[in-house]
């Protein structure tokens, strides 16, 4: 076997086949709703994450599971197009995972999903090779005991450890002290800790499992990070939103970036803050993947939401960091 060339990221965890259908509004129970326009898109949590930092011009591998339909021929194709090195396992008579996403007109999603018990990665599927040959590590933590083994190799070969958790998976604990850059929706410090102020959970959760960096993603509010001195908080940036699907794993993908060009933490954060605005401007989990030009030039013309976070007296105002 040829030695693998060594990457700037290695990603291992989800993929999906999105089907993306754009409505007026929410169907209300027993309703009937014309929808304007359904399509089928490349999405899932790490997958996106690694065509981004592609699109951006890193190097980059992915390690996944796909099943043997079309849809395994839709991820196939799109990382061939990137030129993403994958490894992608293949569970046979299987449907790959697939999610079905509602788009209302004011940009908000709502995700249906279905996920087959043997696409689930295994530890004795993954090779160290694929991990030690990177420069950083990117998980979402569903198949936590493959993520668990890839994350303990990174650790060994002295490679940063990034999640993407929304949930909180069986076995998560014995990742979590493995992760250095632990980036979570708002509500996962909180379920950890049972404390839902995120000026406690954060330093918590760092405190906890050793973490270099906690951080909560906050939607329109932007994020707030704790590095163990002090807390970071970058507003969100204002954009006529067409399709909020996939700005989570583009605000990682953007955090990655930025971690891999050696940028302070204000600016990662601006810059996947910024990359994750842009691409709710457009359909689907990547539709709105812009280039770094881009996303610099909105950085310093953009629009933002009002501060959630009042960095000036060390406090923030009472109703959303603690909701």
């Given at each position: 076997?040829?030695?693998?060339?060594?990457?700037?990221?290695?990603?291992?965890?989800?993929?999906?086949?999105?089907?993306?259908?754009?409505?007026?509004?929410?169907?209300?129970?027993?309703?009937?709703?014309?929808?304007?326009?359904t399509?089928?898109?490349?999405?899932?949590?790490?997958?996106?994450?690694?065509?981004?930092?592609?699109?951006?011009?890193?190097?980059?591998?992915?390690?996944g599971?796909?099943?043997?339909?079309?849809?395994?021929?839709?991820?196939?194709?799109?990382?061939?197009?990137?030129?993403?090195?994958?490894?992608l396992?293949?569970?046979?008579?299987?449907?790959?995972?697939?999610?079905?996403?509602?788009?209302?007109?004011?940009?908000?999603?709502?995700?249906?999903?279905?996920?087959?018990?043997?696409?689930?990665?295994?530890?004795e599927?993954?090779?160290?090779?694929?991990?030690?040959?990177?420069?950083?590590?990117?998980?979402?933590?569903?198949?936590?005991?493959?993520?668990?083994?890839?994350?303990?190799?990174?650790?060994?070969?002295?490679?940063?450890?990034?999640?993407?958790?929304d949930?909180?998976?069986?076995?998560?604990?014995?990742?979590?002290?493995?992760?250095?850059?632990?980036?979570?929706?708002?509500?996962?410090?909180?379920?950890?800790?049972?404390?839902w102020?995120?000026?406690?959970?954060?330093?918590?959760?760092?405190?906890?499992?050793?973490?270099r960096?906690?951080?909560?993603?906050?939607g329109?509010?932007?994020?707030?990070?704790?590095?163990?001195?002090?807390?970071?908080?970058?507003?969100?940036?204002?954009?006529?939103?067409?399709?909020?699907?996939?700005?989570?794993?583009?605000?990682?993908?953007?955090?990655?970036?930025?971690?891999?060009?050696?940028?302070?933490?204000?600016?990662?954060?601006?810059?996947?803050?910024?990359?994750?605005?842009?691409?709710?401007?457009?359909?689907?989990?990547?539709?709105?993947?812009?280039?770094?030009?881009?996303?610099?030039?909105?950085?310093?013309?953009?629009?933002?939401?009002?501060?959630?976070?009042?960095l000036?007296?060390?406090?923030?105002?009472?109703?959303?960091?603690?909701?």
């Amino acid at each position: 076997m040829n030695q693998l060339s060594k990457v700037d990221l290695v990603g291992v965890g989800l993929n999906a086949t999105d089907t993306l259908i754009r409505l007026p509004h929410y169907p209300g129970l027993g309703s009937k709703v014309e929808f304007r326009s359904t399509d089928i898109l490349p999405g899932g949590q790490v997958a996106t994450a690694v065509a981004a930092c592609q699109h951006w011009g890193l190097r980059t591998r992915y390690v996944g599971k796909i099943g043997d339909d079309t849809a395994a021929a839709i991820h196939r194709a799109e990382f061939e197009r990137l030129g993403v090195e994958t490894h992608l396992l293949t569970a046979p008579g299987c449907a790959s995972q697939l999610a079905v996403i509602l788009v209302d007109d004011a940009g908000e999603r709502t995700v249906l999903w279905k996920r087959d018990n043997r696409l689930t990665l295994l530890p004795e599927e993954l090779q160290r090779e694929w991990i030690s040959q990177a420069r950083a590590l990117h998980l979402d933590g569903h198949d936590t005991a493959a993520a668990v083994v890839a994350a303990g190799w990174a650790r060994d070969a002295g490679i940063p450890v990034i999640a993407d958790l929304d949930d909180l998976y069986p076995g998560i604990e014995d990742l979590l002290g493995k992760i250095d850059f632990l980036i979570t929706s708002r509500d996962i410090p909180g379920r950890l800790t049972g404390e839902w102020d995120l000026r406690k959970s954060l330093p918590a959760v760092r405190s906890r499992y050793g973490c270099r960096l906690t951080a909560a993603t906050l939607g329109q509010e932007g994020v707030l990070a704790w590095d163990g001195s002090h807390f970071h908080y970058a507003p969100a940036f204002r954009v006529p939103p067409l399709d909020t699907t996939g700005a989570g794993d583009i605000f990682h993908a953007g955090f990655i970036y930025g971690l891999l060009q050696g940028w302070p933490l204000p600016r990662q954060l601006d810059f996947a803050c910024a990359a994750a605005a842009l691409n709710c401007t457009a359909a689907g989990a990547r539709g709105g993947i812009q280039s770094v030009k881009n996303i610099e030039e909105l950085i310093a013309t953009g629009p933002r939401h009002p501060s959630a976070f009042d960095l000036s007296h060390g406090g923030a105002d009472s109703n959303p960091l603690s909701s």
